[in-house]
């Protein structure tokens, strides 16, 4: 199986486990939800929907695109290959709802701040921390970001993620952070 069919199995199933919570919480003859209301929606959902999966009820259940929103945008941290500038494919999906959230909030700013492991000179990592960084820019506003929102910051080897001379140090210090401003 690829990774892509594993994911679509994941959703199905918690698309199926939310209609059957919804299905359950609604049978009732009491609402229970008290004042969790609708605030409990996230506005970042990819078509800028507000829907839910009982569109009447105030129980402030999500629908599956807004819980792969908001679980994409808890990711911040993007990991990069040695001495590559562009993120990977699979980060994809993921900058996508950065870059919708970004473009449904137009105040949200952010700042990218672009990382290198130690291997190479300083200058160089500097450089390659903002190729890094920029790559995500260029991504996000593709994908409908505006660049007003958008700071690009390049720190190089000068903030390692973690210390050592290992591989696994090394990987987890070539990277780009999403901050927010």
Not at 82 to 106: C, Q, W, Y
Request: glycine share 8%; hydrophobic share 35%; net charge neutral.
């Amino acid at each position: 199986m690829t990774k892509q069919s594993i994911q679509t199995i994941k959703m199905g199933l918690m698309a199926f486990s939310l209609f059957a919570l919804v299905a359950c919480s609604s049978s009732g003859d009491t609402d229970e939800s008290g004042a969790m209301g609708s605030e409990g929606s996230s506005s970042s959902s990819s078509s800028g929907s507000t829907a839910r999966t009982n569109p009447g009820s105030t129980s402030g259940q999500l629908t599956q695109e807004e819980i792969r929103a908001q679980n994409a945008l808890r990711q911040t941290v993007f990991y990069f290959d040695f001495d590559i500038a562009e993120f990977k494919a699979a980060d994809r999906e993921t900058l996508s709802f950065h870059a919708r959230d970004l473009a449904a909030n137009s105040s949200k700013r952010i700042r990218l701040e672009g990382h290198a492991d130690e291997r190479g000179t300083r200058e160089y990592n500097l450089a390659l921390g903002e190729r890094r960084a920029n790559s995500v820019l260029n991504y996000l506003i593709v994908n409908g970001a505006s660049r007003s929102q958008i700071e690009v910051v390049s720190y190089g080897e000068e903030r390692p993620a973690q210390q050592g001379q290992s591989e696994n140090a090394y990987s987890r210090n070539r990277r780009v952070e999403v901050v927010a401003r």
